[in-house]
């Protein structure tokens, strides 16, 4: 029923089920957490929580379900958080150490953005299954490194970005309904997201000293080195916002491309079986910051035909860029964000959880779509979090519906429409060999500096 794990601490696992078996009674008396894990009898996974407060304050409710034996974080206040609502798991500061804690099947990270490609390529060295939040990554270059050493695991681990409303019913529907054609040729999709934060002029000045519960060297983990300022957790304390305090710099994060736009890009990359862009343009009055990604911006990408639609051009619009809408009446500032496929026959504008089709031109009779019988719809995802907890538990890995050969591929896009913005250029780019083919120099945004010591292949 299992995949198989090739962990030696699996291997001791198995040895022990079989042993503790053989010695009958003897199974009462031994340390409880010993019976857990995937391949035990109770079918729980042992999960390290790395990242113990914010964000992952969010998905405790869920995680009671499974079997939480480490937790880590920098900042022993959101650790004691952490700790509280799963007593007696082992506790660390360090993810690299808590991620040879023995026993592990699997980690969720919820950990600042520039640690997140770091910690996952780790956990995917060590064979853990990962559930990593948005971004995935936060340039073109991680998410390549990702993409490969996943695609090298992926028959045995399980992976799932958490990009969590791609499991609403309405992404799903409104994946269907292109895919049958309710837009005719799909020429055009444009996603966005309307919110606008305050800009620095860069990083945070040196606003010592660092509290005695933060390990701030450890915060900044891969990152070149900044001195502390409590400006990067400013907005620390309102759980899952915190991330907003530090990700619109270079060195911690992509900016709000990496934050909505993960989500929200989402919904256009699932309906169109997206691959990566072959050309790349973006578009802002903004002048290119060393220390802060763009606000307002719009990227456009080339998008390659498939089997079953031809090229299109997706754009992603961001800090109250809109696109050009079909009617008037349409007011897209009441969207705080959202999808707008344009096809050579209608339009479908969407949300997260609403859609509404607009056929127009003459013969916008809608005889040229059939919607789909409802046995031959896609079936909705029951709940995102199952969805990678039962891959990880039942031998079909690959299968969860943000894996990281979709989500790097996604992220790889939006961070190119970055490297368009920094270059000041339109690209054209190589997804087989990661490449810029046409602006040598443009090359450079497809990475970012590392402090020394610091390796994603630890
Ligand atoms: N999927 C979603 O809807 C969603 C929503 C909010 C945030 N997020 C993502 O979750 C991540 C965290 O966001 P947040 O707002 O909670 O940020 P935050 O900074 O408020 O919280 C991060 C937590 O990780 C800890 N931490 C920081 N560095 C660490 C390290 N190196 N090792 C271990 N622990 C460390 C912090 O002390 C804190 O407890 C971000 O990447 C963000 O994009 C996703």
Not at 11 to 29: E, N, P, Q, V, Y
Not at 283 to 296: C, F, H, M, W
């Amino acid at each position: 029923m299992n995949p198989p794990l090739t962990t030696s601490s699996t291997l001791s696992r198995r040895k022990f089920i079989t042993g503790a078996a053989a010695t009958g009674a003897g199974l009462m008396f031994l340390p409880k957490t010993k019976l857990f894990g995937a391949n035990a009898p109770n079918n729980k996974l042992n999960i390290a929580m790395i990242g113990a407060w914010g964000r992952a304050s969010q998905h405790y409710n869920w995680l009671k379900n499974e079997n939480i034996v480490a937790v880590c974080d920098v900042d022993k206040n959101n650790l004691a958080k952490g700790l509280a609502e799963f007593p007696g798991a082992t506790t660390y500061e360090d993810w690299r150490k808590c991620l040879d804690h023995k026993g592990l099947d699997a980690i969720i990270c919820c950990t600042p953005d520039h640690t997140h490609a770091f910690i996952t390529n780790w956990a995917l060295n060590r064979d853990l299954h990962v559930f990593m939040e948005k971004p995935l990554a936060i340039t073109v270059n991680e998410a390549r490194a990702v993409r490969k050493k996943y695609l090298e695991k992926k028959s045995k681990l399980a992976t799932q970005v958490g990009t969590f409303r791609h499991a609403f019913p309405n992404v799903t529907r409104v994946r269907d309904m292109i895919r049958a054609g309710a837009v005719g040729k799909i020429k055009e999709v444009h996603a966005w997201g309307t919110s606008r934060w305050p800009v620095p002029a860069g990083y945070a000045p040196a606003a010592g000293p660092v509290p005695a519960h933060l390990n701030f060297d450890l915060w900044l983990g891969p990152s070149p080195e900044h001195p502390y300022s409590p400006e990067y957790f400013r907005l620390g304390q309102r759980p899952g916002l915190g991330c907003q305090s530090y990700n619109k710099y270079w060195d911690f994060g992509m900016g709000y491309a990496g934050d909505w736009g993960s989500h929200v890009f989402d919904v256009a990359w699932n309906a169109l079986d997206a691959e990566l862009p072959q050309k790349i343009k973006a578009i802002s009055d903004e002048k290119s910051n060393p220390a802060i990604t763009p606000l307002e911006m719009s990227s456009l990408f080339t998008i390659p035909a498939n089997s079953w639609r031809n090229e299109v051009r997706v754009v992603w619009h961001q800090g109250g860029k809109l696109p050009s809408v079909p009617a008037e009446w349409i007011d897209l500032e009441k969207f705080k964000s959202g999808v707008l496929f344009k096809g050579d026959q209608g339009f479908l504008l969407c949300d997260f959880d609403n859609r509404v089709l607009i056929p127009f031109g003459k013969d916008a009779d809608l005889s040229y779509f059939a919607p789909l019988a409802k046995d031959k719809a896609t079936p909705i995802i029951p709940s995102f979090f199952e969805n990678w907890t039962s891959a990880c538990k039942n031998g079909s890995p690959a299968n969860t519906c943000c894996n990281f050969e979709y989500g790097s591929k996604m992220v790889e896009t939006l961070a190119l429409g970055l490297a368009a913005f920094r270059a000041g250029a339109e690209l054209e780019y190589d997804g087989s060999t990661g490449r810029i083919t046409n602006n040598e120099a443009a090359n450079q945004f497809l990475t970012k500096p590392y402090r020394s010591g610091w390796t994603m292949e630890g």
